[in-house]
């Protein structure tokens, strides 16, 4: 389950809103996401999970809705979407009996999906081309994702060393592992101003330090409150997807 670990949840660190939960919990409850922000009654994220799920979750409380993650079929150290974040839970296997798949995700309206012991998704992932950021196999956790049972670790970007990032999640229920991490040189924004359109490679030059961008700059610039959150999210798609390490 990849997401961002130094953004802010009402006002309070989402690691340390974590670790008073004791739980990873849907956009439904935090009303905060790495994608859209269409959880609530009669919105895509809503309609999305009332077609797959057939109404199961229509009237549920918000604490009961699944969570997501995505199926780390090609073992990459920085988690299997990193579109949504430099670091991830790693879950334990025991999760994959109350885990669904689809392919593609969500919001494509997939029409393919499967169970642990029933899934041929992993073979149409790897049958298609696909931008690095939009291959992954989308799942679905139904249940409490409790961080003391059912997370394995909690691995992070090593550019949150030494930070309150950190320092937090130290205080969480799992273990913690790092990372080789994310690294954008300047010059590779300013080759490929196509990528998310040459306004986000000039903001991603500017948050850059010493010729070199990293998910804390992005999660400083995050939490400044100067910048518009949908930029930054394309800042973070150029870093994700030109300065992953290779594993």
């Keep these: 389950m990849n997401f961002h670990p ?23 409850v935090t009303g905060t996401s790495n994608g859209g922000l269409t959880a609530h009654p009669g919105g895509e994220r809503w309609r999305w999970e009332s077609r797959m799920f057939g109404a199961a979750y229509d009237a549920a409380p918000a ?6 993650g995505a199926l780390n079929h090609l073992r990459r150290s920085t988690g ?4 949504f974040g430099s670091a991830h839970f790693r879950l334990v296997p025991e999760v994959l009996a109350r885990t669904t798949f689809c392919y593609p995700d969500s919001s494509a309206l997939p029409t393919a999906f ?35 049972r059912d997370v394995a670790a909690l691995v992070l970007d090593p550019s949150h060393l030494g930070t309150p990032v950190a320092e937090a999640a130290a205080a969480l229920p799992c273990p913690v592992e790092w990372h080789s991490g994310f690294r954008l040189p300047v ?24 010729g070199l961008l990293d998910p804390r700059m992005i999660g400083d610039a995050a939490r400044s409150g100067r910048h518009d959150p949908q930029e930054l999210k394309k800042v973070w798609h150029y870093l994700a997807h030109f300065g992953a390490p290779e594993r």
Excluded: K, T, W
């Design 6 to 28: 130094d953004r802010l949840v009402g006002g309070e660190p989402i690691l340390r809103r974590m670790a008073r939960d004791g739980a990873y919990l849907s956009q439904f």
């Design 63 to 68: 604490q009961q809705r699944p969570v997501y």
């Design 80 to 83: 299997a979407a990193p579109r």
């Design 114 to 148: 499967g169970v642990a012991d029933r899934c041929d998704l992993v073979r149409r992932a790897l049958a298609e081309e696909r931008p690095a950021l939009d291959g992954h196999v989308e799942a679905h956790i139904h249940g409490r994702v409790s961080l003391a």
């Design 187 to 210: 010059e590779v924004l300013d080759e490929n101003p196509e990528f998310r359109g040459p306004e986000i490679a000039a903001l991603g030059r500017r948050l850059a330090e010493d």
